[in-house]
């Protein structure tokens, strides 16, 4: 086509070809400009469905006036049919062959980077997904500006992702795990393909990779991509963390929206510029990567190597001694630490030791969860795996983990034997490992033992207040002990029957033991849950519930559970929110992973109007607590509280997919559909609330919308 004319553009030459299209550079004659032509694919015109429906999306795009998206200028048809877009031109090159040079130096990854999101932002408030971004739709003019192109082809070279063999194998590596599984995509797919393109930038390969795309959907979908600090010394610590953020499986832990990334690479930017953490590097190897080949770098790389290992033999090797020590017990370097405790398996004679077992299981994980620079996931979100035999590594992509501590419980009167291993289940590798075999009453000696190991493998300092802690005795009497966990097993089934023989149990351990502070707590929680869910009178339960709470707190003023639960006490039965709000901050200060009290304090701040401090405690109590129904759901109630009810539909939408009977996540999201206006899918949601939950505590809020709907009768039912 090269020397022709189509209409009134005279074709120059080819700039490239793809999947959807080749593009010419022209020069459009009646304007007297420069301008890129994109030639369709002929089906598309042939369609008239089709074409209609394309049309309609490159209108779309054409909306998105942004420095950093490519201007559509029209979109024309030839005399035999075919589709293509006129778009500004620009000189420069492709991200693509950009990094095909080596890899960025890393201001130019953040500098880029920031420009990507900021084009995607505009985007992505027009309601626009790209679904395609890769290097090759990022285009860098010469003056270093970010063009991203193809916005109004993506939904279109969606459809044979999948199908057309040798035509996409460019493309699937960038695509989202849910694009990969053919489920329903929002913009959080492009926060994914985001985070592939920043790691390629910086490391000059893909993070995941395979000459079969069948192999590579699987790995998108199940396996975890190296760190990039394991492949590029330098790479400051958060910006690992925004890749590692973008990358997360489930959409529902990534980024929310690209305004975050922006934000985050901007303070990425004002360290490095500052010096601060970001500015060590190999040196000479950032500023020859943009125009020297990889083999040229590792060359000079290797030179150097060698320079140092002539010069300075002693240094490499006490170097290369303190590695393999490190790497014999800590965790890969920029990975955060974190561990998932799995319910204790009860080898013991007795099946009714259950309960012994599973009170070991939650004492670990109080225990650890006091430890200020580990995260621990609660136990409400882990019981679950309770006789699971799910594969390690998709139990800790289920929790977002580095590390799983597995164990077992034998009891034999006053004997016990307790076995635990700490693994990586990433690498299938065994960090850790002991089996104890004490008395009865050295139980808190093999806790302690087990935190402490745990802590020193992982490398989390304990502080001494954190060490105190450690080595403190909740009770010297052992029956007192054993009462007690029988208390908490059954408080923890929270059946009206298990609570009250709950109640039973902490009564006997405080009868052996009245200075036992813990079954206090145990108590007073036990009757603010019988009371908040009218099990017994409130009347009845709040004032002993304050009153055991209050107890235990003077036996030992630094029990952070003990403030949390006092935190219920004050909010619900004496509204004194001051007070409440101060028990809920010291119960955190004493315990930075409390999932409890960091959920109540997000619960709290978002009905006082504390918008940030609430979505930032929930946010927390997800990744603490990420499996349990209520703090999802309730995640969904803040967006509604903040008026982002299109958040709210989108994140509540995922929690009912995944948790159908979430009854709480149903009435949310009717109240979501009802204040933006969409009143027949607010009343299908109100619908699902009446058939699968309890409704006794919503009438009114689902009477008055009801009303709000012109649905009278139904909203006096519920009221009569």
Same mark, same amino acid.
């Given at each position: 086509?090269?020397?022709?004319?189509?209409?009134?553009?005279?074709?120059?030459?080819?700039?490239?070809?793809?999947?959807?299209?080749?593009?010419?550079? $022209?020069?459009?004659?009646?304007?007297?400009?420069?301008?890129?032509?994109?030639?369709?694919?002929?089906?598309?015109?042939?369609d =008239?469905?089709?074409?209609?429906?394309?049309?309609?999306?490159?209108?779309?795009?054409?909306?998105?006036?942004?420095?950093n998206?490519?201007?559509?200028?029209?979109?024309?048809?030839?005399?035999?049919? /075919?589709l293509?877009?006129? @778009?500004?031109?620009?000189?420069?090159?492709?991200?693509?062959?950009?990094?095909?040079?080596?890899?960025?130096?890393?201001?130019?990854?953040?500098?880029?980077?920031?420009?990507?999101?900021?084009?995607?932002?505009?985007?992505?408030?027009? =309601?626009?997904?790209?679904?395609?971004?890769?290097?090759?739709?990022?285009?860098?003019?010469?003056?270093?500006?970010?063009?991203?192109?193809?916005?109004g082809?993506?939904?279109?070279?969606?459809?044979?992702?999948?199908?057309?063999s040798?035509?996409?194998?460019?493309?699937?590596?960038?695509?989202?795990?849910?694009?990969?599984?053919?489920?329903?995509?929002?913009?959080?797919?492009?926060?994914?393909?985001?985070?592939?393109?920043?790691?390629?930038?910086?490391?000059?390969?893909?993070?995941?990779?395979?000459?079969?795309?069948?192999?590579?959907?699987?790995s998108?979908?199940?396996?975890?991509?190296?760190?990039?600090?394991?492949?590029?010394?330098?790479?400051?610590?958060?910006?690992?963390r925004?890749?590692?953020?973008?990358?997360?499986?489930?959409?529902?832990?990534?980024?929310?929206?690209?305004?975050?990334?922006?934000?985050?690479?901007?303070?990425?930017?004002?360290?490095?510029?500052?010096?601060?953490?970001?500015?060590?590097?190999?040196?000479?190897?950032?500023?020859?990567?943009?125009?020297?080949?990889?083999?040229?770098?590792? @060359?000079?790389?290797?030179?150097? !190597?060698?320079?140092?290992?002539?010069v300075?033999?002693?240094?490499?090797?006490?170097?290369? =001694?303190?590695?393999?020590?490190?790497?014999?017990?800590v965790? *890969?370097?920029?990975?955060?630490?974190?561990?998932?405790?799995?319910?204790?398996?009860?080898? !013991?004679?007795?099946?009714?030791?259950?309960?012994?077992a599973?009170?070991?299981?939650?004492?670990?994980?109080?225990q650890?969860?006091?430890?200020?620079?580990?995260?621990?996931?609660? %136990? *409400?979100?882990?019981?679950?795996?309770?006789?699971?035999? %799910?594969?390690?590594?998709?139990?800790?992509?289920?929790?977002?983990?580095?590390?799983?501590?597995?164990?077992?419980?034998?009891?034999?009167?006053?004997?016990?034997?307790? $076995?635990v291993?700490?693994?990586?289940?990433? %690498?299938?590798?065994?960090?850790?490992?002991?089996?104890?075999?004490?008395?009865?009453?050295?139980?808190?000696?093999? #806790?302690?033992?087990?935190?402490?190991?745990?802590?020193?493998?992982?490398?989390?300092?304990? !502080? !001494?207040?954190?060490?105190?802690?450690?080595?403190? %005795?909740?009770?010297e009497?052992?029956?007192?002990?054993?009462?007690?966990?029988?208390?908490?097993?059954?408080?923890?089934?929270?059946?009206?029957?298990?609570? #009250?023989?709950?109640?039973?149990?902490?009564?006997?351990?405080?009868?052996?033991?009245? $200075?036992?502070?813990?079954?206090?707590?145990?108590?007073?929680?036990?009757?603010?849950?019988?009371?908040?869910?009218?099990?017994?009178?409130?009347?009845?339960?709040?004032?002993?519930?304050?009153?055991?709470?209050?107890?235990?707190?003077?036996?030992?003023?630094?029990?952070?559970?003990?403030?949390?639960?006092?935190?219920?006490?004050?909010?619900?039965?004496?509204?004194?929110?001051? =007070?409440?709000?101060?028990?809920?901050?010291?119960?955190?200060?004493?315990?930075?992973? /409390?999932? /409890?009290?960091?959920?109540?304090?997000?619960?709290?701040?978002?009905?006082?109007?504390?918008?940030?401090?609430?979505?930032?405690?929930?946010?927390?109590?997800?990744?603490?607590?990420?499996?349990?129904?209520?703090? #999802?759901?309730?995640?969904?109630?803040?967006?509604?509280?903040?008026?982002?009810?299109?958040?709210?539909?989108?994140?509540?939408?995922?929690?009912?997919?995944d948790?159908?009977?979430?009854?709480?996540?149903?009435?949310?999201?009717?109240?979501?559909?009802?204040?933006?206006?969409?009143?027949?899918?607010?009343?299908?949601?109100?619908?699902?609330?009446?058939?699968?939950?309890d409704?006794?505590?919503?009438?009114?809020?689902?009477?008055? @919308?009801y009303?709000?709907?012109?649905?009278i009768?139904?909203?006096?039912?519920?009221?009569?």
């Amino acid at each position: 086509m090269i020397g022709q004319s189509v209409l009134h553009y005279e074709i120059l030459s080819k700039l490239g070809e793809g999947g959807m299209g080749v593009v010419y550079k $022209a020069r459009d004659t009646k304007l007297n400009r420069t301008v890129a032509l994109k030639f369709l694919p002929s089906h598309i015109g042939a369609d =008239g469905t089709e074409k209609k429906r394309f049309i309609n999306e490159a209108q779309s795009a054409s909306t998105l006036d942004h420095s950093n998206i490519c201007t559509i200028h029209s979109i024309e048809e030839t005399d035999d049919g /075919n589709l293509f877009i006129v @778009m500004a031109y620009y000189e420069g090159m492709s991200l693509k062959e950009k990094i095909e040079q080596g890899p960025l130096p890393l201001k130019d990854v953040v500098n880029y980077a920031i420009q990507i999101s900021s084009g995607l932002q505009k985007a992505h408030e027009k =309601g626009i997904v790209h679904r395609d971004l890769k290097p090759a739709n990022i285009f860098i003019t010469n003056d270093d500006q970010i063009k991203i192109i193809d916005f109004g082809l993506a939904r279109f070279a969606e459809r044979s992702l999948l199908t057309k063999s040798g035509k996409t194998l460019g493309t699937v590596p960038y695509m989202s795990p849910e694009q990969a599984q053919g489920s329903k995509v929002d913009h959080r797919t492009d926060i994914w393909s985001l985070g592939i393109v920043i790691y390629e930038m910086i490391t000059g390969q893909r993070p995941f990779k395979s000459e079969y795309e069948t192999a590579l959907v699987y790995s998108i979908i199940n396996e975890d991509p190296e760190p990039v600090t394991g492949l590029r010394s330098g790479v400051p610590m958060n910006v690992e963390r925004i890749i590692q953020k973008c990358l997360e499986k489930d959409p529902l832990y990534r980024h929310q929206h690209v305004d975050e990334i922006i934000v985050d690479f901007k303070k990425a930017e004002r360290e490095m510029l500052s010096g601060v953490r970001s500015n060590i590097s190999i040196p000479g190897v950032d500023n020859v990567a943009r125009s020297v080949p990889k083999d040229r770098v590792n @060359m000079i790389s290797r030179q150097r !190597s060698k320079f140092l290992l002539y010069v300075i033999p002693v240094f490499i090797l006490v170097l290369f =001694g303190v590695y393999y020590f490190l790497s014999q017990r800590v965790v *890969s370097p920029g990975i955060e630490r974190s561990i998932a405790v799995l319910p204790f398996e009860n080898l !013991s004679p007795d099946p009714n030791d259950e309960y012994f077992a599973d009170g070991v299981h939650e004492d670990i994980i109080i225990q650890l969860s006091g430890l200020s620079n580990l995260r621990v996931i609660a %136990r *409400s979100s882990v019981v679950r795996y309770q006789n699971d035999n %799910r594969d390690r590594r998709q139990i800790a992509r289920d929790l977002n983990v580095t590390t799983i501590l597995e164990g077992s419980v034998r009891r034999v009167g006053n004997v016990i034997r307790v $076995a635990v291993q700490l693994v990586d289940p990433h %690498r299938d590798q065994t960090l850790w490992g002991e089996s104890y075999e004490r008395n009865f009453t050295d139980m808190f000696e093999i #806790q302690r033992a087990i935190a402490m190991e745990i802590a020193t493998t992982l490398k989390a300092n304990i !502080s !001494s207040r954190e060490r105190k802690r450690l080595d403190e %005795r909740p009770t010297e009497v052992p029956e007192a002990y054993s009462a007690y966990l029988k208390g908490r097993y059954h408080g923890n089934n929270r059946t009206e029957e298990g609570l #009250q023989r709950a109640l039973d149990y902490f009564q006997q351990a405080i009868d052996l033991d009245p $200075a036992f502070a813990a079954a206090y707590a145990g108590l007073g929680d036990t009757y603010m849950i019988l009371g908040s869910n009218q099990l017994i009178p409130q009347n009845e339960a709040f004032p002993k519930a304050k009153t055991y709470i209050e107890r235990a707190l003077a036996l030992d003023p630094e029990s952070s559970e003990a403030y949390s639960a006092l935190a219920s006490t004050l909010f619900w039965s004496d509204q004194d929110w001051i =007070g409440g709000e101060k028990a809920l901050r010291r119960a955190i200060e004493l315990n930075p992973g /409390n999932a /409890n009290a960091i959920y109540k304090d997000a619960f709290f701040s978002m009905f006082m109007g504390w918008h940030d401090r609430g979505f930032r405690q929930y946010l927390r109590s997800i990744e603490l607590d990420p499996l349990t129904p209520r703090v #999802q759901a309730n995640l969904g109630l803040a967006y509604v509280l903040a008026g982002k009810y299109h958040e709210a539909i989108a994140h509540l939408n995922i929690v009912i997919r995944d948790d159908p009977k979430n009854y709480a996540a149903y009435l949310y999201l009717a109240n979501a559909y009802h204040l933006s206006g969409k009143t027949d899918e607010a009343l299908l949601a109100l619908e699902r609330v009446r058939e699968v939950g309890d409704i006794a505590w919503h009438k009114s809020v689902m009477a008055q @919308m009801y009303a709000f709907a012109g649905k009278i009768d139904d909203a006096k039912v519920l009221l009569s």
